[in-house]
């Protein structure tokens, strides 16, 4: 039997409008059938649960460019000497966090997460859609090289994999074979885009922020193995260098670009590239070497640069949040679109962390692990979408205490959260008596309610 849920009475933000209407939302299974001005019909004969919305603010749900489901919460400790059955498990209570967060689709941005989206596709684990890198590919002395100094042997060269790889959260590859390899690997098991280590991190312990990572021969074979499977390559670099490189190459996503020169952030807007970018403070991480946490404020005090340049020349500028190796963090995931008004208004804000990020996401093309529309509320979509106490366009700050202010989370169709006071009924149009029909739930089981 279908699902039938209509949300009425709701103020609509379709994700990509800044003017919001009155209306009700019909969603039939995981899809959004109808959007009416009024209170939607239905087929007579149907069970439809209904959802008074008495005016909150319906938006859809929030979409993170770049998230690390498996090494946000987890420390380094734990990436390189921790128990991987308990790490995982870690990952698996930290999905749930981050869909009542609201956030119910990420781009995982690399690390051991198939597993993962596995058990949310199959409703064993709450979670968000995820969109998995895999293993991140690195080069020698690359962002992606975990290994301590003392080791030596890794799989790109054919000897045994580091500790690190065989867990899944990055593939040390030199040469163009084996970047090849490393790519085919991924996309075997599973990855709707590829991710590559173009330049120096702030987290990494050998690679400077200066320094340019794999030669272009070695992008473009990424690229090339990634397009054959029709999908692309995203990229991790700082420095204008490393960028232009993997620009030239064929890379169709930049990932942090903070310390991008402005003839470099030209060459991004003509090239039709996206920037994914964080709005990076000082104050969002903390590192244990006086090295790595250099690196990470120069990241830091680019970011205001790089985001007046990307509007300027008016570059595809996607959000994301990057949060790594501290789990105490992973709640502040919400502030870091809150932070975005520094240089944007609100419905632009809103408008990339939904419709746009959704957009930067659909590039994975045939391997698009979802297919349908997502990050809009349309006719068609899929039914991801939030209720919202007050209006998010005039106070983005309601974002960020979501366990207070999201009156509903619904994913795929699945009611995730409900907290809306006794509006919640099971109709049944037909023989209206009162008896309750099954619904697609993923998180909390509803409260008991009157039957008309």
Known sequence: MDSVILIDDVEIFDGTNARTFAGSVLVRNNRIEKIARTTSETASGE???????????LMPGLIDAHWHAY??????????????????????????????????????????????????????????????????????????????????????????????EQLGASRIADGPDAVAAAVRENLRQGASQIKLMAGG??????????????????IRTAVRAAEDWGTYVMVHVYNPRGIARALNAGVRS?????????????LLARSGAWLCMQPFSAEDNSYPSPVQEAKHIR????????????????????????????????????????????????PEILRMVTSVNASLLAMSGARNPYPGRLGVVEEGALADLLLVQGNVLQ???????????????????AICKDRVYTGVKTICVKSRKREKQSNRLCCNKLQEIPLI
Not at 306 to 314: F, I, P, S, V
């Open 201 to 218: 991190g702030a987290a990494s312990l050998y690679d400077p922020l200066d320094v340019t990572e794999f030669f272009e021969e070695e």
């Open 71 to 164: 090494l946000c919460c987890n420390t380094m400790m734990d990436l390189l000497a921790g128990e991987p059955s308990y790490t995982h498990l870690v990952a698996g209570r930290e999905a749930r966090a981050t869909l009542m967060r609201g956030f119910t689709t990420v781009r995982d941005a690399g690390g051991p997460v198939f597993g993962l989206k596995k058990a949310i596709d199959d409703g064993v684990l709450d979670g968000p859609r995820i969109y998995p890198s895999g293993a991140m590919i690195s080069q020698t002395s690359g962002h992606g090289d975990f290994r301590m100094i003392y080791e030596h042997a890794h799989g790109g060269c054919g000897c045994e994999m580091t500790h690190i």
């Open 47 to 57: 069970a439809v649960r209904r959802i008074d919305g008495k005016g909150r603010f």
């Open 299 to 346: 990241i830091t005090e680019g970011t205001d640069r790089t985001y007046r340049l990307a509007k300027q020349y008016g570059v595809k500028l996607a959000w994301g949040t990057d949060l790594l190796f501290d789990p105490a963090h992973t709640k502040y995931q919400n502030h870091g679109i809150v932070k975005l008004q520094k240089w944007f208004a609100n």
């Open 254 to 266: 930049i990932e942090h670009g903070h310390l991008i020169d402005e003839p470099t952030m030209e």
């Open 395 to 413: 106070d983005l700050s309601l974002l960020e205490d979501p366990e207070r202010n999201f009156a509903l989370i619904m994913k795929d169709g």
